[in-house]
């Protein structure tokens, strides 16, 4: 599932970008924050769906995730869930990529577009014709239902999400004219240029996002053997010794103070 995905999230390298009032910043805090919100919400979503389904009094539709001697999820209910986790995926895609509500932004490239359609295409074929799964077809109709209605519900909570966080990109630059400057008054660019100055003021990246130091701490045990020698500071691709090695010495960086990360030295043991 995660290599079809990865194979057809390649195009999004040839997307449709545009350009946003405030700067989007790639922050690893506010990344890791809006993975969690996706994970978090559609593992919530997903459970509900399926759980749902198993419960149907329509026995028409309904899973059977226990068997018939509590053995385990039957082979079609696997495939409606690998179905269904193939949608999730894919769909999100065009959530993350769109910079307001989905349905307002800018489309994305034929190209993702089409990629994302074919692997859609294909994953219901094996999971309606697949002799190990044979997922019916109004089955299947459910799965695209809910996953139409639930990514468009996704969507307008992470507009609220990031707003929470700060991360509100603001309007999208449709073109790339110049703009007829309108005549103002000193009141009036007085006010937007402190707009500016503020918004500056709230993208500016943290020192902790900023520093690319990187402190080597060597194991115990054999560190003459395994390790450089002792604690090393590494910036910026130079490594200033903190220990007994001495033939780096001429390219070793300046004496770092401030905020930096910290790696442990690889060895087998």
Same mark, same amino acid.
């Given at each position: 599932?995660?290599?079809?995905?990865?194979? #057809?999230?390649?195009?999004?390298?040839?997307?449709?970008?545009?350009?946003?009032? *405030?700067?989007?910043?790639?922050?690893?805090?506010?990344?890791?924050?809006?993975?969690?919100?996706?994970?978090?919400?559609?593992?919530?979503?997903?459970?509900?769906?399926?759980?749902?389904?198993?419960?149907?009094?329509?026995?028409?539709?309904?899973?059977?995730?226990?068997?018939?001697?509590?053995?385990?999820?039957?082979?079609?209910?696997?495939?409606?869930?690998?179905?269904?986790?193939?949608?999730?995926?894919?769909?999100?895609?065009?959530?993350?990529?769109?910079?307001?509500?989905?349905?307002?932004?800018?489309?994305?490239?034929?190209?993702?577009?089409?990629?994302?359609?074919?692997?859609?295409?294909?994953?219901?074929?094996?999971?309606?014709?697949?002799?190990?799964?044979?997922?019916?077809?109004?089955?299947?109709?459910?799965?695209?239902?809910?996953?139409?209605?639930?990514?468009?519900?996704?969507?307008?909570?992470?507009?609220?999400?990031? *707003?929470?966080?700060?991360?509100?990109?603001?309007?999208?630059?449709?073109?790339?004219?110049?703009?007829?400057? *309108?005549?103002?008054?000193?009141?009036?660019?007085?006010?937007?240029?402190?707009?500016?100055?503020?918004?500056?003021?709230?993208?500016?990246?943290?020192?902790?996002?900023?520093?690319?130091?990187?402190?080597? *701490?060597?194991? #115990?045990?054999?560190?003459?053997?395994?390790?450089?020698?002792?604690?090393?500071?590494?910036?910026?691709?130079?490594?200033?010794?903190?220990?007994?090695?001495?033939?780096?010495?001429?390219?070793?960086?300046?004496?770092?103070?401030?905020?930096?990360?910290?790696?442990?030295?690889?060895?087998?043991?």
């Amino acid at each position: 599932l995660a290599l079809l995905n990865d194979v #057809s999230m390649i195009p999004v390298a040839y997307d449709n970008a545009k350009a946003t009032t *405030k700067p989007q910043l790639p922050v690893a805090k506010t990344l890791v924050l809006q993975s969690l919100f996706y994970g978090l919400v559609q593992a919530g979503l997903s459970l509900m769906f399926i759980f749902s389904m198993a419960y149907s009094k329509n026995d028409e539709y309904a899973l059977d995730l226990y068997g018939p001697n509590n053995e385990g999820c039957s082979n079609e209910s696997k495939g409606f869930i690998w179905f269904h986790l193939v949608m999730v995926t894919e769909l999100m895609i065009f959530s993350v990529r769109a910079p307001r509500f989905v349905l307002l932004s800018p489309p994305p490239s034929m190209y993702l577009a089409g990629s994302v359609l074919l692997t859609l295409i294909l994953g219901g074929l094996l999971a309606g014709f697949l002799q190990m799964w044979t997922v019916p077809g109004g089955d299947i109709g459910w799965i695209i239902l809910f996953n139409v209605a639930s990514f468009l519900v996704v969507d307008l909570m992470k507009l609220q999400f990031r *707003k929470m966080m700060g991360e509100e990109p603001g309007d999208v630059i449709d073109n790339d004219e110049l703009l007829t400057p *309108k005549t103002r008054t000193e009141t009036q660019k007085t006010v937007e240029k402190g707009e500016r100055y503020r918004t500056h003021r709230e993208s500016i990246v943290g020192e902790a996002d900023r520093c690319h130091c990187v402190e080597v *701490k060597s194991k #115990s045990g054999l560190p003459g053997f395994f390790s450089l020698g002792g604690d090393t500071m590494m910036d910026n691709g130079y490594i200033k010794p903190m220990g007994s090695i001495n033939f780096m010495r001429q390219n070793q960086a300046p004496t770092i103070r401030g905020p930096h990360r910290t790696k442990q030295v690889s060895s087998p043991y």
